[in-house]
């Protein structure tokens, strides 16, 4: 009986080779196939499926504007079976031409679920709503774990913004467990904060003025404070919660001690924060006298 087939997997799960080998078995049966790609798919050359270990056949490649159910019609003869690679790149439109022709012909799509953001492409959420079939291909990340995420890298951070689609391969991309894409994710999250007030205390003159509410015969009636400048208190809110880790910080030691790596500057920086209610300006002193500029060049030079 002829059903619509969904076989998905993160990147690296072999999922072209498993649609190559899926072709070959049925045209050892006897049976012809149509294998479809996207032209959005540059990895091989135009008119062919290429995997990472080798194989390859020839291919209709067809644009994000085709019938597919026209293109499946205009063969002749008429294929008895409809394999798609790379299948997140049809349209809505395209997988619902492909529900259509399941009536009459087996079509197995092979291809990503989510995109770099963990989000659903176009084409993978309607085969999730429709297929008669769903199937993982499953595949493991670097430490071991199942993969279930797709990572754009560049210049070995994990991308967080950009464009849906970005072909590459191994160089581009990474299949991740959720543990290690959430790791990745916290790393580039920090370094693109450490980047931001790295610019703005380059050459920071002051962190904010003092302001002491005084009565007319000059009586102190609060306790004196910093009105830090709005990058400060950007600063202040984005680095408050980031607790110690491997080391003992006192408030009086704190100017003296030589943080060792990127967590005792981080745990620096958050008791700094915190300790701003005890210790009027401390934040003020640190960010004028370049000493957070400093712990932030180390943070930097670790991530």
Not at 94 to 120: H, M, S
Not at 184 to 197: A, C, Q, T
């Amino acid at each position: 009986m002829a059903k619509l087939y969904y076989k998905f997997g993160a990147m690296g799960s072999s999922k072209t080779a498993s649609a190559l080998m899926c072709r070959f078995n049925y045209i050892q049966k006897g049976q012809s196939v149509l294998l479809l790609k996207p032209a959005l798919d540059t990895r091989s050359k135009k008119g062919e499926v290429t995997s990472r270990i080798g194989l390859s056949a020839p291919c209709t490649t067809f644009e994000k504007d085709d019938n597919l159910l026209s293109i499946y019609e205009s063969q002749n003869p008429k294929q008895d079976v409809v394999i798609v690679d790379e299948c997140q790149f049809c349209t809505k439109k395209q997988i619902d031409q492909l529900r259509d022709l399941a009536e009459d012909v087996p079509v197995l799509c092979y291809g990503l679920k989510t995109n770099f953001k963990t989000e659903l492409f176009e084409g993978s959420k309607r085969l999730l709503e429709v297929a008669d079939s769903i199937c993982e291909i499953k595949s493991i990340c670097e430490c071991g774990k199942k993969a279930i995420l797709n990572g754009r890298f560049s210049k070995n951070h994990l991308v967080l913004n950009g464009e849906e689609v970005k072909i590459g391969g191994d160089e581009s991309y990474k299949s991740l467990c959720y543990s290690c894409y959430k790791k990745e994710k916290e790393k580039s999250m920090l370094l693109e904060k450490v980047d931001k007030y790295l610019t703005l205390f380059k050459n920071i003159e002051s962190a904010g003025v003092w302001n002491t509410d005084t009565s007319a015969d000059s009586i102190v009636l609060q306790k004196p404070e910093v009105l830090y400048v709005d990058d400060v208190k950007s600063f202040i809110s984005d680095f408050k919660d980031f607790p110690p880790k491997s080391y003992e910080a006192t408030l009086q030691s704190m100017k003296k001690y030589k943080p060792e790596n990127k967590d005792d500057c981080l745990a620096l920086i958050s008791l700094a924060i915190k300790a701003e209610k005890e210790k009027p300006g401390l934040v003020k002193s640190l960010v004028e006298n370049k000493i957070i500029l400093k712990w932030l060049k180390q943070i930097k030079a670790e991530l």
